[in-house]
């Protein structure tokens, strides 16, 4: 692993590919992780493996670490993702010069070998756990207890506090208030959301469930977890600290 500034840089030996307009656009044995950020990473391909048109869009993208990047349109299937391929020609991380970034959101679909990923790269230091467990958990806002089971399923993801999902039976469903936000993650699939309405105050988004996780991810199927940074958790009758984190 290369680590270039605030730029992470890793070889992948998964075959990717990636799709538009149901046309291939590139097909690599040879991915390059890029951490832009660091939470996870990004794919970087070579330019021998894209398959689909590149056209300068007459663009450009800086980045203090990784220099100025010229933006492509990405041509494939007849359909047109404007802006949606950088390639770092002159970077000072040499390693970049010859790959090509797509823009994750904007093809219609990626692969790592035959598997459909989401949202974005699955970061490979990144290792989710799903544990059955009898200790009893508590929830309360604002002193009231809104959920409460011993049989709940713990999380333990990589660089996150421990999430308790509960079983819906275990949950004050009359507390509860459909919200339109959605969020997606590449581990889990796309969550829903509910807010609390407790002593006339109500607790927007802190209650989350997947209606169709996904396989990696099937034991927290049934269940809804509560966001420990905004909410009173206790396990065995001990209160557990509230982490501060992104989601605080």
């Not at 598997?115 to 544990?131: A, Q």
């Not at 011993?150 to 421990?162: C, H, I, K, S, V």
């Not at 006339?200 to 469930?209: K, L, P």
Request: glycine share 6%; with cysteine.
């Amino acid at each position: 692993m290369n680590t270039r500034g605030r730029v992470k840089l890793e070889p992948g030996t998964r075959r990717v590919r990636v799709y538009l307009g149901g046309v291939l656009v590139a097909d690599t044995l040879a991915p390059m992780y890029v951490w832009e950020i660091p939470y996870y990473p990004w794919y970087y391909i070579p330019r021998a493996d894209v398959k689909a048109e590149l056209v300068a869009s007459g663009g450009t993208e800086h980045s203090p670490s990784r220099g100025d990047a010229t933006l492509y349109t990405v041509k494939a299937g007849g359909k047109e993702a404007v802006a949606a391929a950088k390639i770092y020609a002159d970077s000072p991380i040499e390693e970049l010069r010859d790959l090509v970034s797509f823009d994750f959101k904007a093809m219609d679909a990626w692969f790592e070998e035959d598997e459909e990923i989401y949202v974005h790269p699955r970061n490979p230091y990144t290792r989710l756990d799903i544990l059955p467990s009898s200790r009893n958990v508590r929830v309360e806002i604002d002193g009231v207890t809104v959920a409460e089971s011993a049989n709940a399923r713990m999380l333990f993801e990589t660089g996150l506090p421990t999430r308790y999902y509960l079983p819906k039976t275990a949950v004050r469903l009359d507390l509860l208030e459909p919200s339109d936000t959605r969020s997606a993650c590449p581990y889990k699939g796309e969550a829903s959301y509910y807010s609390v309405r407790v002593n006339g105050t109500v607790h927007e988004d802190v209650v989350w469930y997947y209606d169709t996780p996904l396989p990696e991810s099937e034991r927290i199927a049934g269940t809804m977890a509560f966001y420990n940074e905004k909410v009173d958790i206790f396990v065995d009758g001990v209160e557990q600290p509230r982490p501060s984190t992104q989601f605080s």
